[in-house]
């Protein structure tokens, strides 16, 4: 989502950081000799997430929904803002990237050649930083993939063209550059109403994401992918279907995301609940619990792309400012929204 205006993050990032301190130590006491073969391939991958951390989003440029990244306000991406946040001490960064007004017609679905060589700078410039970097599919998701159930060989046929040509345009670069296939999947644009049905196209385009990247060559043939379930939600039926589909791809190199904006009613500010209370604390612990009980305990590393606080206690247009207003790592003092919503961590 890359947005939202924060109401106060400190308690939150205290207690998702202890939290996942503590899945850490966890994940460490719970091998055996028995899952030894397994633990092997997994923990090469959960290293590589653990090196990861901590992150940041640079949103709300590349994925901004306009004419060029400087439609939502931010200026141009400079190689000084890159190298500023690697002194700063993160060590990856996301890129999210939405493509829409940037692929040509059917049936090729050419990614204009100015667009692809812009990412690759921006990506460029983060791997001389020597930071890991994660690019995407971003607004897509809702612009155009959610209406896959009624044009499902058109959005197919597009999704494959746009990721068979980041794959050879990337086929190359290091490892410490990982693809997420898609941000935050949803059908509701396109009348989906059955989640059966949603989590169907879901693991149809997972699996093509996949098979896309897996056979381009080069160092695609091994490079992390990111997979995320229906809406990159932690809910538990849903981050259940991802785990099903991660399996079925025998894959050793593949990472699963959620991106986490709960405890709702806290979040928002409705309901009473303003303070960081019982009712919030649970939620955290309860969310964790279960996407580490579902990944982390059996060898698949977890990224939380996302997380933050929302800001509809003032009024809907704090979402977009929150978009808008700031790329600056924490600490920082806000000009527009949410300082912290641009910050990510990382599962350990």
């Given at each position: 989502?890359?947005?939202?205006?924060?109401?106060?993050?400190?308690?939150?990032?205290?207690?998702?950081?202890?939290?996942?301190?503590?899945?850490?130590?966890?994940?460490?006491?719970?091998?055996?000799?028995?899952?030894?073969?397994?633990?092997?391939?997994?923990?090469?991958?959960?290293?590589?997430?653990?090196?990861?951390?901590?992150?940041?989003?640079?949103?709300?440029?590349?994925?901004?929904?306009?004419?060029?990244?400087?439609?939502?306000?931010?200026?141009?991406?400079?190689?000084?803002?890159?190298?500023?946040?690697?002194?700063?001490?993160?060590?990856?960064?996301?890129?999210?990237?939405?493509w829409d007004k940037h692929?040509?017609?059917?049936?090729?679905?050419?990614?204009?050649?100015?667009?692809?060589?812009?990412?690759?700078?921006?990506?460029?410039?983060?791997?001389?930083?020597?930071?890991?970097?994660?690019?995407?599919?971003?607004?897509?998701?809702?612009?155009?993939?959610?209406?896959?159930?009624?044009?499902?060989?058109?959005?197919?046929?597009?999704?494959?063209?746009?990721?068979?040509?980041?794959?050879?345009?990337?086929?190359?670069?290091?490892?410490?550059?990982?693809?997420?296939?898609?941000?935050?999947?949803?059908?509701?644009?396109?009348?989906?109403?059955?989640?059966?049905?949603?989590?169907?196209?879901?693991?149809?385009?997972?699996?093509?994401?996949?098979?896309?990247?897996?056979?381009?060559?080069?160092?695609?043939?091994t490079r992390p992918l990111?997979?995320?379930?229906?809406?990159?939600?932690?809910?538990?039926?849903?981050?259940?279907?991802?785990?099903?589909?991660?399996?079925?791809?025998?894959?050793?190199?593949?990472?699963?995301?959620?991106?986490?904006?709960?405890?709702?009613?806290?979040?928002?500010?409705?309901?009473?609940?303003?303070?960081?209370?019982?009712?919030?604390?649970?939620?955290?612990?309860?969310?964790?619990?279960?996407?580490?009980?579902?990944?982390?305990?059996?060898?698949?590393?977890?990224?939380?792309?996302?997380?933050?606080?929302?800001?509809?206690?003032?009024?809907?247009?704090?979402?977009?400012?929150?978009?808008?207003?700031?790329?600056?790592?924490?600490?920082?003092?806000?000009?527009?929204?949410?300082?912290?919503?641009?910050?990510?961590?990382?599962?350990?």
């Amino acid at each position: 989502m890359l947005k939202r205006r924060p109401v106060s993050l400190l308690s939150l990032t205290l207690a998702i950081t202890l939290l996942l301190s503590t899945f850490g130590s966890l994940a460490a006491a719970a091998e055996s000799d028995e899952q030894a073969p397994q633990a092997t391939a997994a923990s090469s991958m959960q290293s590589y997430v653990e090196a990861m951390q901590p992150g940041w989003n640079l949103g709300n440029s590349l994925d901004a929904v306009g004419a060029d990244e400087t439609a939502w306000g931010n200026p141009r991406i400079t190689q000084a803002l890159i190298q500023q946040i690697a002194a700063q001490g993160y060590k990856s960064i996301r890129i999210p990237v939405t493509w829409d007004k940037h692929i040509g017609a059917a049936p090729n679905y050419t990614v204009e050649s100015a667009y692809m060589n812009r990412v690759e700078e921006v990506v460029r410039w983060a791997l001389d930083a020597n930071l890991y970097v994660m690019i995407n599919v971003h607004h897509d998701s809702w612009m155009w993939v959610s209406s896959m159930e009624p044009k499902h060989d058109e959005v197919l046929a597009r999704y494959n063209a746009i990721w068979t040509q980041i794959a050879q345009r990337f086929k190359d670069k290091p490892d410490k550059l990982m693809f997420e296939s898609i941000n935050e999947p949803r059908f509701t644009e396109g009348g989906t109403t059955n989640e059966a049905k949603a989590n169907q196209m879901l693991q149809e385009l997972n699996v093509s994401f996949h098979k896309i990247v897996r056979a381009s060559g080069g160092k695609n043939a091994t490079r992390p992918l990111v997979l995320p379930g229906l809406d990159t939600s932690p809910a538990q039926n849903k981050i259940n279907e991802l785990y099903n589909t991660m399996t079925k791809l025998k894959d050793p190199n593949l990472i699963a995301t959620v991106h986490y904006y709960g405890y709702w009613p806290f979040s928002v500010n409705i309901a009473g609940h303003t303070t960081f209370d019982t009712d919030t604390k649970n939620d955290i612990i309860q969310t964790f619990d279960n996407v580490y009980n579902t990944f982390v305990a059996k060898g698949i590393p977890v990224i939380v792309g996302e997380f933050g606080l929302l800001g509809f206690d003032k009024n809907t247009g704090v979402i977009e400012q929150g978009e808008k207003g700031l790329r600056k790592p924490l600490p920082f003092q806000p000009t527009s929204g949410a300082a912290s919503l641009l910050r990510w961590r990382l599962f350990i």
